[in-house]
């Protein structure tokens, strides 16, 4: 079949806008074959665009050479039809498809491409169809409607967002990709450079510095749909490369960062999927959070809170949980599941092993029956100390405890975890249903194993000053920073600035920054300080988390066009690959062998 180019043709429609108003309409429609039923004098092909489908029907009586062709059509081939929009009949309505009572009867026919076997049809179910070979074959895979509605409210929801920032006195600035490495966390991506033998850049982890610079600048409020790269392992929902709404702004304080970002928010899934959010939202001390739910993250669409049963366990007479609370830094902890001893040996078992990937040594339970406690370690307790730890966690017949007892970050790790694991479970946690939360007053620092301490957001961060001069110890500090959390994922974070090269200064000593690293590293961003830096306050929203939220999706490699595998390698393009070794000669590189 001779292939012919469009020539004078002009599409008149989308597929999917056409309905009984069009009815006696002449239009030209293009798009894909979906799928092509022969019914002997008459045939009926769904064609697909972007927006969805429609119904044309080639017969002789419409037109004899369009119908002798249309015999040819399969499966994805590209045409472009001309014909009349005409009502179907009433047994004939397909209540499926938008444009299931219209159907164009086709006068003209050009094939504008053909197709060969495809690894998959795209019509089949995504679960039939292995991520690989989707991955693999990811141009094919976007044709298909489910990634083609992912992709489209992806952009919608950047231009909701682009809007409401507009109208809010943000300027959008572009701030560059190719920088120098700092120290934010994560190992850089390095882009060595031909001009500077020995030199390299590196692909910014945020664009937190520049922004800093352009609050310095005067510009008052910035704000980007910024690519972000970070070098690390890809475990579950992760990419080397990522986007954020990345803002900035000066003179303000968190709540007015705080009321803006929600309206942002609420503005997006109102526009997107026609949902209220409650405002204002809730807002949670970071000490509140770990205590009750073991996590900064909380998911707030069911209970399990946990209790503290540390000064209660001191003297108990099991020595699991004696240990813990009387050890420096030790914590004991519970967690009441309503009905829960129902739970079987095994689904306890089951549970203890989920616990130990959280570093927890076990996991002890008591099942409270009409009898009391049901339990390997009811023996330790006396009966006064039964009935206070009911009476803390409110547990009745029927309900299940969950302790656990360790240092306190591993406590906290292992319960906020199996905290999700059980109302998984359960299925406690309402589909479709959005609770967001602030998390506030995080510390400025964190432990780290080896007795150090790091950023718990970033070495720009303001310590609540108070702190800064009366703590006991660095971890004691607390940072003016907050956290947007919806169903127990961080969506973003951010933090009142450090504005004052002195209190920059503190900060990196305390972080054991040398005033000559300082230098190397932050000198631009110390000069900028010294030259009548406005306060200012910063967040930063990940855009594909939020987009996993507005289409349902469970990876981050629905929302994402052309993601990266989770050996961060792009099935499709094959990248990294390797590359000529005249490119490595011209920036001073050579490859070392490495070992087997």
């Known amino acids: 079949m001779q292939l012919d180019p469009l020539g004078d043709w002009k599409r008149s429609d989308y597929l999917e806008h056409l309905g009984k108003a069009d009815l006696g309409r002449q239009v030209t429609l293009m798009g894909w074959v979906h799928s092509r039923r022969d019914h002997g004098g008459v045939i009926f092909v769904d064609l697909r665009d972007h927006t969805g489908m429609a119904q044309v029907v080639f017969g002789p009586q419409h037109n004899q050479a369009s119908f002798e062709r249309a015999q040819e059509l399969r499966s994805e081939y590209v045409v472009a039809i001309k014909g009349e929009v005409v009502a179907r009949s009433t047994d004939q ?36 169809i292995t991520e690989k070979n989707r991955l693999k074959n990811r141009t094919l895979d976007l044709r298909r409607p489910q990634m083609q509605h992912n992709l489209i409210l992806r952009s919608k929801a950047a231009h909701v967002m682009r809007n409401y920032l507009h109208e809010h006195g943000f300027f959008e600035f572009e701030t560059p990709i190719l920088t120098r490495s700092t120290p934010e966390g994560a190992r850089d991506y390095l882009v060595p450079s031909r001009v500077n033998p020995g030199h390299f850049y590196a ?93 900064d993250a909380p998911d707030l669409r069911y209970g399990l809170e946990l209790t503290d049963l540390t000064e209660l366990s001191k003297n108990c007479g099991f020595q699991v949980f004696s240990q813990a609370a009387q050890s420096e830094g030790g914590l004991v902890k519970v967690m009441c599941v309503p009905g829960g001893a129902d739970f079987s040996r095994k689904d306890l078992d089951d549970l203890t092993e989920f616990v130990k990937i959280y570093r927890a040594k076990g996991l002890a339970w008591v099942k409270l029956t009409p009898e009391g406690w049901q339990s390997p370690i009811t023996k330790f307790f006396n009966p006064e100390e039964i009935a206070e730890i009911n009476q803390r966690t409110g547990a009745k017949v029927g309900d299940l405890l969950l302790f656990g007892a360790d240092k306190k970050q591993v406590v906290n790790d292992a319960l906020g975890n199996l905290r999700k694991e059980v109302a998984r479970r359960r299925k406690l946690a309402e589909d479709g249903r959005f609770v967001f939360c602030w998390v506030t007053d995080f510390p400025l620092f964190e432990a780290t194993e080896d007795g150090g301490f790091h950023s718990c957001h970033h070495p720009f961060t303001m310590p609540v000053m108070e702190d800064m001069e009366t703590a006991k110890h660095p971890t004691d500090i607390r940072s003016i920073a907050y956290d947007l959390v919806l169903n127990g994922v961080e969506l973003g974070g951010g933090s009142i600035r450090i504005h004052r090269p002195d209190i920059q200064k503190r900060v990196f000593q305390m972080l054991k920054i040398t005033d000559e690293e300082a230098r190397e590293k932050f000198g631009f961003l110390l000069d900028a300080l010294d030259q009548g830096a406005p306060p200012h306050a910063g967040l930063a929203l990940g855009f ?31 990248a990294p690959g390797k590359v000529d070794p005249a490119q490595l000669k011209e920036l001073n590189l050579a490859l070392r062998k490495t070992q087997s």
């Open 203 to 295: 692909l910014p982890q945020s664009p937190q510095l520049f922004k800093q610079l352009l609050m310095v600048a005067g510009y008052d409020r910035y704000y980007q749909i910024a690519k972000c790269f970070r070098d690390e392992d890809l475990r579950g929902n992760r990419q080397p490369e990522f986007t954020q709404i990345d803002l900035e702004f000066a003179f303000v304080a968190p709540d007015d960062v705080m009321t803006l970002v929600e309206g942002m928010v609420a503005e997006l899934f109102e526009k997107t999927l026609a949902v209220k959010v409650e405002l204002p939202i809730r807002r949670m001390l970071y000490a509140d959070a770990m205590a009750k739910y073991g996590s």
């Open 544 to 574: 594909d988390r939020l987009m996993m939220f507005l289409t349902g999706a469970e990876s981050i490699r629905e929302v994402i066009a052309f993601p990266k595998t989770q050996q961060a390698s792009c099935l499709l393009t094959e």
């Open 93 to 128: 309505v397909n209540l499926k498809m938008k444009t299931g009572e219209i159907e164009v009867f086709v006068k003209e026919l050009k094939l504008l491409n053909g197709c060969t076997a495809l690894p998959f049809q795209i019509g089949d179910l995504q679960e039939s």
